[in-house]
């Protein structure tokens, strides 16, 4: 039962660079999510998506960018990392995006950007 | 964006002790849920809550909905080393033509054996 999926677990990128967080389910969920965690703060959404090509900004999207080209996949891309990008980020799916559906979450990838 | 207050942030308590963690907000929400964190791992829902003044069990763990849907509660009766974890509040909202799930900050519980 692999569920959300995503890689790399660990990454320690410079000023300026970019990289690109990967996700995949195998539960055939049509939304997915992106969430960072900062210490104390929760999780805060960045980008959704209800399908395969349809996404959508969340409460902090700055900075990031999403794409999703199959219902298996959403990367989430960072361009010119800043200091400020410093966080775990955790990718979600769900089966439906209804107010009874349970989210499914990975096991985070921790970015440091120095 | 629809915020959900937690409280306490930060709970330490002896094994065996009850606890008791909240959830406000001042806007009424569809369903709240809870969810368990674990260092080093993504978030694992323990329940949802859908109907206003709705009471649910799991174990040792009693879950509240509040009657106008703005507010919850978890109970931890006799908690166990077990039960250390981060717990999290969490709300689907209808936004933007569907629903989005934001969280709380989280009350992060330590159960010392």
């Known amino acids: 039962n692999a569920g959300v999926t995503q890689t790399p677990k660990f990454r320690i990128l410079k000023i300026g660079q970019s990289m690109t967080l990967q996700c995949a389910q195998d539960?055939?969920?049509?939304?997915m999510y992106w969430y960072r965690q900062d210490p104390g703060m929760g999780l805060k959404l960045i980008y959704y998506?209800?399908?395969?090509?349809?996404?959508d900004k969340g409460e902090v999207p700055n900075g990031y960018n999403v794409s999703r080209s199959t219902t298996e996949d959403f990367p989430l891309r960072l361009e010119l990392a800043a200091p400020s990008q410093t966080s775990v980020y955790f990718c979600?799916?769900?089966?439906?995006?209804?107010?009874?559906?349970?989210?499914?979450f990975g096991q985070g990838t921790r970015l440091t950007v120095v | 964006t629809q915020l959900l207050e937690q409280s306490p942030q930060f709970l330490s308590i002896q094994e065996g002790e009850n606890l008791t963690v909240y959830c406000n907000s001042s806007?009424?929400?569809?369903?709240l849920q809870w969810y368990r964190q674990e260092p080093g791992e993504g978030p694992v829902l323990l329940v949802t809550?859908?109907?206003?003044?709705e009471v649910k069990k799991l174990k040792r763990l009693t879950f509240q909905f509040g009657d106008a849907r703005k507010d919850s509660s978890l109970h931890i009766t006799a908690a166990q080393p077990g039960d250390t974890g981060l717990y999290l509040c969490?709300?689907?909202?209808?936004?933007?033509?569907?629903?989005?799930?934001?969280f709380g900050k989280g009350t992060k519980l330590s159960v010392i054996p």
């Open positions: 979600a799916s769900s089966m439906t995006g209804d107010m009874n559906t349970e989210a499914f």
């Open positions: 539960m055939n969920h049509n939304y």
């Open positions: 998506s209800v399908g395969a090509g349809i996404t």
């Open positions: 806007s009424v929400f569809s369903s």
């Open positions: 809550v859908v109907t206003g003044g």
């Open positions: 969490a709300g689907w909202y209808s936004g933007a033509g569907s629903y989005q799930l934001t």
